[in-house]
C-alpha cells in the first residue's frame, strides 16, 4: 500500500488510534467475524464515519444494501464516541473469544465495514446507463430527457419492471409523479402480478403509498398468489392507509 493510500484511510478513520486498530483487525481478520457481527460493525463505522443516514432506504430487491442500512438507520442520533466505543467493544469481545492478544495490527487496508460498503459491483457510467438505472438512481432529469425522446415509460426490463415499478420501489415519490405525467400505468403488472403498489408497501413507503393511491393506483388488483399489496403492511401506520381504502 503506498503512502497516499494509508493517508486516505487515516482520512476516513480519524485520529482515533483504538478505533483504527480495530477496524484494521476485523479487516484483516474477516473469518472470525459472523454475518451479524459484520452488520453490527458496519453500523457503528457509518454513524462514525458519516453520522446519521443520509441516504434513501435502498429497494425491495436489494437485500444486502438494505440490511446495512437498517442496522445504520437503527443507530440514529447515537454519538460518534458511543459508536466508536461499542466498535471498539465487539472487536474486544471477537479477540477475547479467540484467545487473541490486543496487540497492534502489521498490515494495513480499509476497515472491513468500509470494504463492506464497497463490495458491491461497481456502477456503469452514465454513458451507459440504462433509463431503469436512472430511474433507481433517481435521476429525473435524465429520465425525462429520455421520455421526451419517446421511450416507452411503460416498456419493462428484462426482470418485468416498469420505471414506475422502480420508483414505487426506490421510495421516490418525485420521480412517480414525473412518470404519472408521461402516462405511466399505474396498474402495471410485473411477472408475478405485482402491479406498483406492492413494490411501494414491500418498501414501506408510505408517502409512495399514498401518493399512488391519490393517482388513482388501484389497491384491489391482486398477485399471482391472490394477494393484495394492503397484505404486505407490517405497521399500524401501514395498515392504517390501507384501511382507508
Not at 185 to 211: M, V, W
Request: with cysteine; aromatic share 8%.
Amino acid at each position: 500500500m503506498t503512502a497516499s493510500d494509508d493517508d486516505g484511510l487515516e482520512s476516513v478513520l480519524g485520529d482515533d488510534d483504538e478505533f483504527q486498530e480495530a477496524a484494521l483487525f476485523v479487516q484483516n481478520n474477516l473469518s472470525l467475524f459472523s454475518r451479524d457481527d459484520l452488520l453490527y460493525l458496519y453500523a457503528r463505522f457509518k454513524q462514525i464515519t458519516v453520522g446519521d443516514t443520509n441516504i434513501p432506504r435502498p429497494g425491495y430487491f436489494n437485500f444486502e444494501a438494505k440490511a446495512k442500512w437498517d442496522a445504520w438507520n437503527a443507530l440514529k442520533s447515537m454519538s460518534k464516541s458511543q459508536a466508536s466505543e461499542e466498535y471498539i467493544e465487539r472487536v474486544t469481545s471477537i479477540k477475547d473469544k479467540n484467545h487473541i492478544e490486543n496487540q497492534k495490527s502489521t498490515k494495513t487496508g480499509p476497515s472491513v465495514s468500509r470494504l463492506v460498503a464497497h463490495s458491491d459491483e461497481q456502477m456503469p457510467t452514465d454513458d451507459k446507463k440504462t433509463i431503469y438505472e436512472f430511474c433507481q438512481d433517481g435521476n429525473e432529469k435524465r429520465v425525462e430527457q429520455m421520455l421526451k425522446n419517446n421511450f416507452d415509460v411503460n416498456k419493462p426490463d428484462e426482470m418485468q419492471l416498469t420505471l414506475l415499478h422502480w420508483a414505487a420501489d426506490r421510495g421516490n415519490e418525485s420521480m412517480i409523479k414525473l412518470l404519472a405525467k408521461y402516462k405511466a400505468d399505474l396498474n402495471a403488472r410485473d411477472e408475478d402480478g405485482q402491479t406498483p403498489l406492492f413494490y411501494a408497501a414491500h418498501s414501506s413507503s408510505i408517502p409512495c403509498i399514498k401518493l399512488l393511491l391519490a393517482l388513482g393506483a388501484d389497491p384491489t388488483i391482486p398477485n399471482n398468489d391472490n394477494e393484495l399489496p394492503s397484505s404486505v403492511a407490517e405497521t399500524e401506520e401501514e395498515k392504517a392507509v390501507w384501511n382507508k381504502h
